[in-house]
């Protein structure tokens, strides 16, 4: 809180200061006193707060503003008003000879002649500038025969009494005092928010976990913050108002400043350390004022790069999977893996080809989970046929503030950013216009991108793995994918097979599945026959492992005590596939059955066994010979297993039982 003194000339400027001040809750000193007098009391006020806040008038202010030039001073004048007031009350009393004590900075504000003209007065001048002054003047009003004085505060009056002149005091009215010290409160007021403002300026400086280092136009340091005197091992205290061209600064201080005021980004080495130093000229009023420099050391900035990875790769930016959670047993798969594990630990772009559902995405996890280094960064995947290509885009690159309706205020990091120290996978990246796809043989190329909106290249640490269906050829031939994009692609290619070509892994495949729905599902203890695996094991599966795996999860959730999981499968087959499912099925084959050759007393040469009425069977069991029966019935008659069963009046679980 700042100090206000108040000098009064008067006790009774003293009073009306003193309830005023109490009216606006103003805590002020007034200092009954004036000229060197008063500057003498002032003194130690000022030498104990420097920014002491002073209100005077007259002679008093001016020697008060010439001892010290540096503190804040607000004068209390006498107004015209005040000064024809005082004049009237003289004239009043009759007396002829009258005299005007009056300080030299008041008779430059007033025309005096022009009131006493006005007054129809004849009143005579002393103009004073200090102590010895004002004495002078005192004693030569005495020898003019001055009958009455005006004005010249307590000691004014004191010397008239003595010398036996009649005096009347020049007190100001109470509106001016009231403009005074309403003023002084208007300046605390300003002062105390400046001084917050600047208390959390320099908070945050201090905080910061930059340098900074600022220097006005004269090239004086005036700001150095902790970070930056631990940076350079010296205290602020010692090198602060300090100009860059001192020869007891640092070199290495100095060049910072160097170079084009505005720049960001030069790198700098301090001490044998490398700093990012961003560098930017300050104005007011558009007059340039100074240099800012900011800097920070690379090895921070990196860790703080690898901090909010983690962070990311802790929210879900994760690779799962690795190359033991590629279950297979064909030796195609084995020999492509062996494959993949040795593209793992390099950072070349990858390109996986395969049908939709062969599990692309499973490899691309896994070469990012076997690399050494990028398994601790994320994993980011995006499926570039699911997005429009302003969405991809901006997905992409990101966007700088503002760019779009709705979009984030403060813009928002595209996932190359996002993937920096680790891997984006781009699945179905043929799906990718042209016009996109010039801009990612870019970013592939230069390693670098380009926020939507942004000025600025933001360099990027990220290995890309792409995915393609077989048709990528095609589409290079009728143009609508860039061939130098698959070029640069496929300096690592690892091509998937489809399931129809290694379906000595469904069985291993099929156990998996099952055993990880039973445990979704709550259904354990699920048999698997030898002859369901076989059935499974005879179609192509144009969906592949996500065909299979659905098939299997939605048996699972069927499946029951009275609907056995086999049975249930086999009617989803004939679902998925068509009837045609059968003449495939295992249990078609010849060592299910026994046919036992008998000779019977029927003419089988007369027989049309292409009629869907006339049945064959083989002597056996009666409940082989049935079973027998009624798969013919299945393959020749155009029935589905409700109206068959209804046909030969069983139920539809009695009848899957036939068929097994």
Request: glycine content about 6%; charged content about 25%.
């Amino acid at each position: 809180m700042s100090t206000v003194i108040f000098t009064s000339p008067y006790n009774e400027i003293t009073v009306m200061a003193s309830e005023v001040s109490k009216q606006i809750n103003l805590e002020m000193t007034i200092l009954e006193s004036a000229l060197n007098e008063a500057v003498d009391l002032v003194r130690p006020f000022i030498q104990k707060d420097v920014h002491t806040i002073l209100i005077s008038r007259g002679a008093t202010a001016k020697l008060l503003e010439k001892e010290f030039p540096s503190v804040k001073l607000i004068k209390a004048e006498a107004t015209e008003f005040d000064v024809i007031r005082v004049l009237n009350e003289a004239k009043m009393t009759g007396k002829k000879k009258i005299g005007l004590l009056w300080s030299k900075e008041e008779e430059m504000r007033f025309k005096l002649d022009h009131l006493n003209e006005i007054l129809e007065m004849s009143v005579r001048y002393y103009f004073y500038e200090d102590t010895l002054d004002f004495d002078y003047q005192v004693d030569r009003a005495k020898y003019d025969g001055i009958e009455l004085m005006i004005g010249g505060g307590i000691r004014g009056q004191k010397m008239c009494a003595e010398r036996g002149m009649k005096h009347i005091s020049l007190i100001p009215g109470i509106t001016t005092i009231e403009q005074a010290l309403i003023r002084v409160s208007d300046i605390l007021y300003t002062r105390a928010k400046e001084k917050e403002t600047s208390e959390f300026i320099r908070t945050v400086i201090d905080l910061s976990h930059e340098g900074i280092i600022a220097v006005n136009e004269r090239n004086q340091i005036v700001v150095f913050n902790p970070k930056a005197a631990q940076l350079f091992g010296i205290q602020a205290s010692q090198i602060l108002n300090m100009s860059l061209t001192d020869k007891d600064i640092l070199p290495t201080l100095a060049k910072l400043f160097s170079g084009p005021a505005n720049n960001m980004e030069e790198i700098h080495e301090i001490s044998g350390s490398k700093f990012l130093v961003n560098r930017a000229s300050y104005m007011v009023t558009g007059e340039k004022k100074g240099i800012i420099v900011t800097f920070r050391d690379v090895t921070q900035i990196q860790e703080s790069e690898q901090r909010i990875r983690r962070e990311l790769y802790s929210k879900g930016l994760v690779a799962k999977y690795t190359f033991d959670d590629i279950l297979h047993s064909s030796a195609s798969m084995e020999r492509l893996i062996e494959k993949a594990k040795k593209y793992s630990h390099v950072d070349c772009n990858a390109l996986i080809i395969g049908e939709s559902g062969t599990g692309k995405e499973l490899m691309a996890q896994s070469l990012h989970n076997a690399h050494p280094m990028r398994k601790n960064g994320p994993f980011v995947a995006v499926n570039c046929a699911a997005l429009t290509d302003t969405l991809l885009e901006s997905e992409l690159f990101g966007y700088e503030p503002g760019m779009f309706t709705g979009g984030q205020k403060q813009g928002k990091p595209g996932l190359f950013e996002v993937a920096h120290g680790g891997t984006i996978f781009l699945d179905e990246i043929g799906k990718v216009s042209m016009d996109l796809q010039d801009k990612l043989l870019r970013v592939i190329q230069e390693r670098e991108i380009r926020r939507i909106g942004g000025q600025r290249n933001i360099p990027i640490d990220v290995r890309v793995i792409a995915a393609v269906n077989d048709d990528i050829h095609d589409l290079i031939k009728k143009e609508k994918f860039r061939a130098d994009l698959y070029y640069r692609l496929e300096v690592l290619v690892l091509a998937i097979p489809p399931l129809r070509e290694r379906k000595e892994d469904i069985p291993l495949l099929v156990s998996y599945m099952v055993r990880k729905y039973s445990m979704k599902y709550g259904k354990y203890n699920i048999p698997l026959d030898t002859s369901v695996i076989n059935q499974l094991c005879s179609f192509d599966w144009p969906g592949n492992l996500r065909q299979l795996e659905n098939m299997i999860e939605r048996c699972l959730i069927m499946a029951d005590h009275s609907d056995p999981f086999s049975e249930i499968l086999r009617e989803i087959l004939e679902d998925e596939f068509g009837r045609t499912y059968l003449k495939h099925s295992s249990y078609l084959k010849s060592d299910q059955t026994q046919s036992l050759n008998v000779k019977t007393r029927v003419d089988q040469s007369n027989l049309n066994y292409d009629d869907p009425h006339i049945l064959k069977v083989s002597i056996g069991t009666m409940e082989e010979m049935q079973r027998n029966l009624v798969r013919q019935m299945m393959e020749k008659m155009d029935y589905t297993k409700t109206e068959l069963a209804l046909k030969l009046g069983v139920s539809r679980t009695t009848l899957w039982k036939y068929l097994r």
